[in-house]
């Protein structure tokens, strides 16, 4: 089992920069993948990013590439994203994400979840 909790999101101008955390409870962490998803009112939950187990390989939505940068600490059991030049189509609620061992793209292949966190970037 995996319990998460983001923390970090707030309200931010359009260039601005945030930094997300998501802590997790237990002794594996190091064994679960993690990825960031955000989901705005009557959207699908949309991918954002992920890291492998140890972070030996990530991966970005394009839409994101260039200016989010996913990170992780075992030690901390936590995972961070940087949000840097945020755009106002970046508004959303971010949620964390745990998968056993290796990265996906979908959503629906994460087994544990977060709260999710609001992040919103005014123009």
């Known amino acids: 089992q995996v319990q998460l909790v983001e923390s970090g999101g707030g309200l931010v101008q359009a260039g601005g920069s945030l930094r997300l955390s998501c802590a997790a409870s237990?002794?594996?962490?190091?064994?679960?993948?993690m990825g960031w998803f955000r989901q705005t009112p009557g959207k699908e939950r949309e991918f954002v990013t992920a890291?492998?187990?140890?972070?030996?390989?990530?991966s970005y939505a394009d839409s994101v590439r260039g200016r989010f940068t996913i990170s992780r600490d075992n030690a901390k059991n936590t995972v961070y994203l940087q949000m840097n030049s945020l755009k106002p189509e970046d508004t959303a609620v971010y949620y964390c994400?745990?998968?056993?061992?290796?990265?996906?793209?979908?959503?629906?292949?994460?087994?544990?979840w977060g709260q999710g966190t609001q992040v919103t970037v005014s123009s």
């Open positions: 890291i492998s187990t140890s972070a030996g390989a990530t």
């Open positions: 237990g002794r594996t962490f190091s064994s679960y993948a």
């Open positions: 994400a745990a998968r056993y061992y290796s990265t996906s793209r979908r959503s629906d292949e994460y087994g544990y």
